[in-house]
T-cell receptor, first 109, second 113 residues
Framework: EDQVTQSPEALRLQEGESSSLNCSYTVSGLRGLFWYRQDPGKGPEFLFTLYSAGEEKEKERLKATLTKKESFLHITAPKPEDSATYLCAVQDGSEKLVFGKGTKLTVNP | ETGVTQTPRHLVMGMTNKKSLKCEQHLGHNAMYWYKQSAKKPLELMFVYSLEERVENNSVPSRFSPECPNSSHLFLHLHTLQPEDSALYLC????????????FGPGTRLLVL
């Protein structure tokens, strides 16, 4: 059975303080690993898809990386507007996405 | 309208009521999904429709009944719900029969009294 574990559950940073979020996974035949951002009361917003170990993608202050067992979402010099819950999900060969519980990020000014 | 839209955004219903949630996607996708999001839990996949056929029913109680009349519209019919069904219900869509990135709507916040 596919499983996704995200850590930490919550993270508080000061503005400008870089850090990383972790997503550990087990899946039978990874087709894709997805990162989403979710603001309170809203639906998840797509950020990145990673398909194979060694792949990296960047968008503004965010950079996602992938190994055979985990993915990291690196946040460089975060701003208060980066505060959100970040969700990781994996997909095998089916239509199903299996999500982790998310990391709630708070960036203080 | 762009992306994935859901109506209503908020819904309060009694346990004996019947209501429906509506989802519409404007992305030209051919797969649609219903998810349930409860506090402190991961998103739970409920139903998947690919090319208008149900391909996944994730052991969801029969008080939830999905309907996909075409590739752009998805409904979730609700009847005799329980208080523990209170949650955020999210709709998503994707292309290529469900094997590409899923894009989510804003969700319907449901409260069952």
């Amino acid at each position: 059975e596919d499983q996704v574990t995200q850590s930490p559950e919550a993270l508080r940073l000061q503005e400008g303080e870089s850090s990383s979020l972790n997503c550990s996974y087990t899946v039978s035949g990874l087709r894709g690993l997805f990162w989403y951002r979710q603001d309170p009361g809203k639906g998840p917003e797509f950020l990145f898809t990673l398909y194979s170990a060694g792949e990296e993608k960047e968008k503004e202050r965010l950079k996602a990386t992938l190994t055979k067992k985990e993915s990291f979402l690196h946040i460089t010099a975060p701003k208060p507007e980066d505060s959100a819950t970040y969700l990781c999900a994996v997909q095998d060969g089916s239509e199903k996405l299996v999500f982790g519980k998310g990391t709630k990020l708070t960036v203080n000014p | 309208e762009t992306g994935v839209t859901q109506t209503p955004r908020h819904l309060v219903m009694g346990m004996t009521n019947k209501k429906s949630l509506k989802c519409e996607q404007h992305l030209g996708h051919n797969a649609m999904y219903w998810y349930k999001q409860s506090a402190k839990k991961p998103l739970e996949l409920m139903f998947v429709y690919s090319l208008e056929e149900r391909v996944e029913n994730n052991s969801v109680p029969s008080r939830f009944s999905p309907e996909c009349p075409n590739s752009s519209h998805l409904f979730l019919h609700l009847h005799t719900l329980q208080p523990e069904d209170s949650a955020l219900y999210l709709c998503a869509s994707s292309s290529q029969g469900g094997k590409e990135t899923q894009y989510f709507g804003p969700g319907t916040r449901l409260l069952v009294l």
